[in-house]
């Protein structure tokens, strides 16, 4: 596995590969990588026949008084890990690589609507930073095919708007969430969780999912009788609310019914860690 830690190196390496013209399948990441970023190496190795990975805590996307300066960095574990998995080639740049100048004067990009809500709401210009640094990554590896993970839907779709309008020659994937045996979905943040947290988090996946069969019941015709009961048992149970809600998947629009394919969206905090997870329901 080749490791190459700044832009000119990657280049110089895959441009030897593309003489052959093979398909190159890339998996961004910030490293601290666990299960649910192996499944997308995986899908992204079945996909073509170079797989290249990027390890990069990119600072445009936490807001100051976010945890970037505690965020969890395992480099030597994540680069046994992606050898140990097949990757062939790993990126990790550092910040001066990819926001020459620093990210607070660096141009961002803005996927309007998608953008505004949910996190993009409760994480004003968080999603400006993950649009900018997945565009600048797709400049820098220019992958045929890119893999993100459906825990963060709202971040894929936006990712796949940012692709639509902007042009780029990326066919974006995506891989199905992977889940602790209790449920509770696979995330980096996750350790943050004291163990009485750990304990509480999966009724995060179970609301979820009883919320989805309820809604998926002709009888309901107000998704608040089911997601305003949802939202105050998860408060009594210790969880902050960010959100409980019922959007489409196609502009994330707040509905009231199942009428079209749609996703129950839930952001809750446990003491410091936010949590976030999600239900897609295909329409009837
Ligand atoms: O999902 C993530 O880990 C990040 O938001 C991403 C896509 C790697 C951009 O920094």
Not at 145 to 150: C, D, Q, R, T
Not at 254 to 269: G, K, M, N, P
Request: aromatic share 4%; proline share 5%; hydrophobic share 45%.
């Amino acid at each position: 596995m080749i490791v190459a830690s700044t832009p000119s190196a990657l280049k110089e390496h895959l441009a030897a590969l593309r003489t052959r013209s093979v398909a190159v399948s890339f998996v961004p990441t910030m490293g601290n990588l666990h299960a649910g970023h192996l499944a997308l190496m995986q899908q992204a190795r079945q996909s073509a026949e170079v797989v290249v990975a990027s390890i990069f805590v990119n600072p445009m996307q936490f807001a100051e008084n976010e945890d970037l300066a505690t965020y969890p960095r395992t480099m030597d574990a994540d680069l046994a890990a992606l050898r140990e998995a097949g990757v062939d080639m790993v990126f990790t740049p550092n910040v001066e690589d990819i926001y020459p100048g620093g990210s607070a004067l660096h141009t961002a990009i803005h996927v309007p609507v998608l953008g505004d809500s949910l996190c993009g709401r409760d994480r004003p210009g968080h999603f400006d930073g993950v649009c900018t640094v997945v565009c600048k990554l797709f400049q820098i590896v220019e992958p045929d095919i890119a893999v993100f993970g459906e825990k963060d839907l709202q971040q894929l779709l936006i990712i796949k708007q940012m692709v639509r309008d902007l042009g780029l020659p990326v066919e974006v994937q995506h891989g199905p969430t992977q889940r602790a045996e209790d449920g509770l979905a696979l995330s980096s943040r996750n350790q943050y969780l004291s163990d009485a947290e750990r304990a509480l988090a999966p009724l995060l996946w179970q609301t979820l999912q009883d919320c989805a069969q309820a809604l998926k019941t002709p009888a309901i015709s107000e998704a608040e009788r089911v997601l305003t009961p949802a939202r105050d048992a998860l408060q009594r149970a210790g969880f902050a609310v960010d959100y409980l809600e019922l959007r489409t998947l196609s502009a994330l629009d707040l509905i009231h019914q199942v009428t079209e394919d749609c996703a129950v969206f839930v952001a809750a905090r446990l003491g410091r860690t936010r949590l976030i997870d999600n239900i897609q329901i295909l329409a009837p």
